[in-house]
């Protein structure tokens, strides 16, 4: 399929619904080229709310008030150990920067988890942290790191988060993550306060040059108490067509049918699995910590059992002809 700009610009605006059906239908193919008809599960294991960051959009930032909590060692090794027994062979820890969480802390839990699991994957999505950190992390045993880029225009950047926080930086610790030996996962709000077409074509310019292993999208949901919280959310059909586009466009990229899709439409990830998807990520937090971790409104899942919700989304993911095989789900060199 020819994906020059100027395609990829009708792509997204289009609404001939045969364009539409054929960028979904090349992308699943594409998809099943390299992987088969397969989505890998990973489980989200939340492990913190604390944030010293202030990001706009996000609902655990730093100056809204809400209940805060941390897992401890225990309890996230307990989350592991029921996402073992159901079959998920990817942990991803993931938490607002909160600085109880040590590169000491975080490596004694990684090297814990690897020892009792090491047929399993760990993934870390902690925010920014310095080039030795991330080292550190990776010689603890982690395999992978989620860091959104959020988007690839700087102005842009500028607009969703406090002058605290740089996009040189972010772009930076994507680089250094790559450099240790990390397999990268950026990504990007669809429909984020300030977005327009123009730093969306830079967002997936970005993918295209990055090549990232994994690559999060979903929609803007607007979160209770920051300042974007009476803006609109983004759209679930424009989130699908990125989605397919960027699997067309990086064939082998690890690409999750994201939570926020689910929760803005009842079949949001199967949706975005008939696009070109082939991960998602279930939740694993302890039931009474769920709804905490917040960070935009309505969160889909928070209540329902890991046991409840692995075999929910199995049995989502079968109906519409794709296997959930027990597997780490690793990038295909
Ligand atoms: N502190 C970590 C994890 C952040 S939460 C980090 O900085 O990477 C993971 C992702 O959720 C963010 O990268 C962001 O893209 C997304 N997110 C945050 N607020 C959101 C909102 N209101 N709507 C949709 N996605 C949101």
Redesign the pocket.
């Known amino acids: 399929m020819n994906l020059s700009l100027s395609n990829i610009e009708h792509l997204l605006t289009t609404s001939d619904p045969t364009a539409i059906d054929g960028l979904f239908a090349e992308a699943c193919r594409v998809r099943d080229e390299v992987y088969g008809r397969k989505v890998f599960m990973r489980g989200l294991i939340e492990i913190t709310n604390h944030?010293k960051n202030n990001c706009l959009?996000?609902?655990i930032r730093r100056e809204v008030s809400t209940q805060r909590y941390r897992l401890t060692k225990e309890q996230i090794l307990d989350c592991c150990r029921i996402g073992n027994q159901l079959g998920f062979r990817t942990f991803v820890l993931?938490?607002?920067?909160d600085g109880w969480f040590t590169d000491d802390v975080m490596c004694d839990i990684v090297k814990t988890i690897k020892k009792e699991f090491p047929h399993c994957a760990v993934t870390l999505?902690?925010?920014e942290r310095g080039k030795a950190s991330f080292q550190r992390l990776f010689d603890a045993g982690a395999d992978r790191y989620?860091?959104?880029h959020?988007t690839a225009d700087a102005a842009h950047y500028a607009y969703l988060h406090p002058n605290e926080m740089s996009f040189e930086h972010r772009m930076q610790c994507l680089r250094d993550l790559r450099e240790i030996g990390f397999q990268v996962g950026a990504?990007?709000?669809v429909g984020s306060p300030g977005q327009t077409l123009e730093t969306l074509i830079k967002d997936l310019q970005f993918i295209q040059d990055f090549r990232p292993e994994m690559v999060g999208i979903?929609?803007?949901?607007?979160?209770a108490g920051t300042p974007f919280e009476s803006r609109q959310a983004g759209s679930v059909e424009l989130t699908l067509r990125l989605l397919a586009i960027i699997r067309i466009l990086h064939p082998r990229v690890l690409l999750p049918a994201t939570t926020?899709l689910g929760t803005l439409h009842p079949n949001g990830r199967e949706r975005a699995v008939m696009a070109g998807a082939n991960v998602v990520m279930p939740n694993l937090s302890p039931q009474d910590t769920r709804a905490l971790y917040s960070?935009?409104n309505n969160k889909l899942s928070t209540g329902s059992e890991a046991a409840e919700s692995a075999a929910d989304i199995r049995l989502r993911m079968k109906a519409i002809g794709m296997e959930t095989p027990v597997d780490r789900g690793d990038f295909a060199y």
């Open positions: 944030c959009y996000c609902g993931q938490g607002g920067e999505s902690l925010g989620l860091l959104r959020e990504g990007f709000m979903g929609p803007f949901i607007p979160a926020a960070i935009y």
